[in-house]
């Protein structure tokens, strides 16, 4: 028997392809804006000095960096796994990883809509169609966001100065994730959002399917065991920013480097860019600048630690998203052949 496709590819819709060369479009136009925006910075503060302040960072401790930020990965992957297999999926470890890491070849589309890809995969290897795995998203999602308030919060409690905004920031990430894990809350506001705009009944009713789903993560055993699986992934990335800091000579405690960074992050994520770009990287120069951290090392700092971690993501995704796009393929052709 054939395996049945009760939801549609979305990579054979009409106007993907088109979509996906506007996508490129706007994300070429802002990694531009990026890139004059940090030549403006660096020749404003003396190119030579940012420079030297590059150079500061050999391969040996770029390696330590890139290691800390695999961490992240994979713990977060392993978490992926986790949630999938509670949802009742037979998928394997190494399997959600291949999803879970290619997945991010597509984190710098806007609003990271291009991570559902690994939807599309599941959708060819289990059958289980988009409304059913909709809820892996979320709770990966509402998961990252608790966890990086945490470490946010408990940063700002230790730091000597507090980071301006950083409260604000660390209630709207909780209150996100409470909703986004409570499927009650969530029925509640799709339901609510229907009335009040009378408009888009597929997508609300999506949403009330995903958040029913929800219930079999909604227990307190599964969300403190991603709550602390993500919050170890997103400190190794905190604590390489602080080793970085250090490097370049700064006098920057870890609470504080961690709160900055994962300040940045989810500020950046707030503006809607792709991968936070932009946003992240201003957040960050201004934060440490407003720390004493003269603006060259700042910018410095900046470069590396997001090429280490956002980039360097990409690049795993990359190099996973060709293996887990032909495996899926042979996958789905092996079962619609029986």
């Not at 959002?193 to 995903?210: D, E, Q």
Request: charged share 15%; net charge positive; aromatic share 8%.
């Amino acid at each position: 028997m054939s395996m049945s496709r009760t939801h549609p590819d979305p990579s054979q819709a009409p106007g993907a392809d088109m979509k996906r060369g506007r996508d490129r479009l706007v994300m070429a136009v802002i990694l531009l804006a990026l890139a004059a925006g940090l030549l403006g910075l660096a020749l404003a503060t003396g190119w030579r000095e940012t420079l030297e302040q590059l150079r500061r960072v050999g391969w040996q401790q770029i390696s330590i960096l890139l290691l800390l930020s695999l961490v992240n990965y994979l713990f977060r992957g392993v978490r992926w796994h986790i949630f999938a297999r509670r949802l009742g999926m037979n998928t394997g470890l190494i399997q959600d990883l291949r999803h879970y890491l290619g997945g991010f070849a597509m984190t710098v589309t806007p609003g990271r809509v291009g991570e559902l890809i690994r939807m599309r995969w599941l959708h060819r290897e289990t059958g289980w169609t988009f409304a059913r795995t909709a809820p892996l998203v979320l709770v990966d999602r509402a998961s990252d966001l608790a966890a990086m308030a945490v470490i946010l919060g408990i940063g700002v409690g230790f730091s000597a100065r507090g980071i301006t905004g950083a409260l604000p920031v660390t209630f709207a990430a909780i209150v996100a994730a409470l909703v986004a894990t409570r499927p009650s809350l969530l029925a509640a506001l799709a339901n609510a959002g229907y009335r009040i705009t009378g408009r888009w009944p597929r997508l609300f009713a999506r949403v009330r399917s995903a958040a029913r789903s929800l219930a079999q993560f909604s227990g307190p055993g599964i969300l403190a065991v991603a709550a602390l699986i993500g919050a170890a992934g997103w400190f190794a990335e905190a604590y390489a920013f602080h080793l970085l800091l250090g490097w370049l000579g700064t006098d920057i405690s870890l609470a504080t480097a961690a709160a900055i960074f994962i300040f940045a992050t989810l500020a950046g994520g707030l503006t809607g860019a792709p991968g936070g770009v932009g946003g992240a990287e201003a957040a960050m120069v201004a934060l440490l600048v407003l720390e004493g951290v003269p603006l060259e090392t700042g910018l410095a700092a900046t470069v590396i630690i997001r090429a280490t971690t956002l980039w360097f993501a990409i690049l795993i995704g990359l190099a996973v998203f060709p293996l887990a796009e032909r495996h899926s393929k042979k996958v789905r052709d092996a079962l619609e052949k029986n």
